[in-house]
């Protein structure tokens, strides 16, 4: 997992540094950020680099194409998710303790001192990244991932830490308080965004637990 400290600082500023890794870590924030706000059809590499500050013919030394891009993205996300999950399951504990492990770990990395955790909406793929390569390797891991998540609901069930339900609706329900927030969140109209997502979180695991 990089340690750049790129993902502190405005992309365009960040992106001026002399390190490789620092510039292609504001790249991959700003990509991230847009396709959040805009959706992937409706961010352009065009715009990706203006906010850079760099010609666009410029972001090839960094992405092969645009679906490379999203592919760098989610798999940063993923990445991160993995190591998040393989953390709260040596918790001695509960699903329903293992899955508020996962969730406070995820808030940590979006607000702590790296910043280093892309928020990406999974489920807004367009078909044409879907259809290509890196499409279909990226949904492979995806879906890898999620099958982990779909377990501990499942595990939670069964030891009675969590409520009886659908476990595909229980995932909407736990995730989107996580991945949507970048879409409505302005830091200069809202509350601290730790504040709000450890608020959000606390609904969350206890909507999730069993009532006894």
């Not at 891009?69 to 798999?75: D, E, T, V």
């Not at 001695?92 to 808030?107: C, F, K, P, R």
């Not at 280093?116 to 909406?121: A, E, R």
Request: proline letters at 3%.
């Amino acid at each position: 997992m990089s340690k750049s400290k790129a993902w502190q600082e405005a992309p365009e500023a960040a992106f001026k540094k002399p390190s490789q890794e620092q510039r292609k870590d504001a790249l991959l924030r700003l990509a991230t950020q847009m396709f959040n706000q805009r959706g992937i059809g409706g961010t352009k590499l065009d715009d990706l680099a203006d906010g850079l500050g760099i010609r666009k013919a410029s972001l090839y030394n960094y992405v092969k194409s645009k679906n490379d891009l999203i592919y760098q993205c989610l798999m940063r996300t993923v990445d991160i998710r993995c190591r998040i999950m393989d953390q709260a399951l040596l918790h001695d504990g509960n699903a329903i303790a293992q899955l508020q492990v996962y969730l406070e770990a995820m808030i940590e990395f979006l607000w702590g001192a790296e910043r280093l955790f892309p928020i990406m909406v999974f489920y807004e793929y367009v078909d044409d990244f879907l259809e290509s390569n890196e499409g279909k390797k990226a949904l492979k891991v995806v879906n890898r991932e999620l099958d982990r998540l779909v377990a501990l609901f499942e595990k939670g069930q069964a030891d009675g830490s969590m409520r009886a339900g659908d476990v595909s609706v229980l995932i909407h329900a736990f995730e989107s308080p996580l991945f949507c927030f970048s879409r409505w969140y302005r830091a200069e109209e809202h509350p601290p965004g730790r504040q709000i997502h450890m608020t959000l979180a606390d609904f969350t695991v206890e909507g999730l637990r069993a009532r006894h």
